[in-house]
């Protein structure tokens, strides 16, 4: 790809990544894709996104994102989950169980990929799958978002 070019495919998006990191996505992307096979992957807001869905919060405010997102930073890998229930947000639930990753409400950063509990997120992931997400727009196959609280 053209230096400076924003990658518009999964195989873009991994390619521009470095090594050691470009295998640690790769892997991700391999497992999300068998964990949720019904939620396409494509590229968006500079990272890999799973199951769009378009979310309305009751301000009013509304637009397109996705129930699962994979995303290269500088210092790491992360991982959002908008995904909510009963129990409020999916990642922040499963907090204590997916190893050595900082977790927010719906987001799991870690540096590489050995640092993460990988059956904790496949967990995680299947859960996500299974229930509706904040600012969720009734819809066929219209997965969540975060809340405006």
Not at 57 to 71: K, M, P, Q, V
Request: aromatic share 6%; proline share 5%; glycine share 10%.
């Amino acid at each position: 790809m053209k230096s400076g070019s924003k990658p518009t495919t999964v195989a873009q998006y991994i390619a521009d990544i470095a090594e050691p990191k470009r295998a640690d996505i790769a892997k991700l992307h391999a497992l999300i894709q068998k964990t949720l096979p019904s939620f396409e992957p494509a590229v968006g807001s500079g990272m890999l996104g799973y199951g769009k869905f378009h979310y309305r919060y009751e301000s009013g405010r509304e637009g397109d994102t996705f129930r699962i997102a994979l995303a290269s930073n500088k210092t790491g890998i992360s991982i959002y989950v908008n995904a909510v229930d009963e129990g409020g947000w999916v990642a922040e639930q499963a907090k204590d169980r997916l190893g050595r990753a900082s977790v927010g409400k719906s987001c799991i950063r870690f540096k590489k990929l050995s640092d993460i509990d990988l059956r904790a997120l496949i967990d995680v992931l299947r859960h996500a799958r299974k229930v509706p997400g904040a600012g969720e727009v009734a819809g066929p196959k219209n997965p969540g978002k975060k809340a405006a609280k």
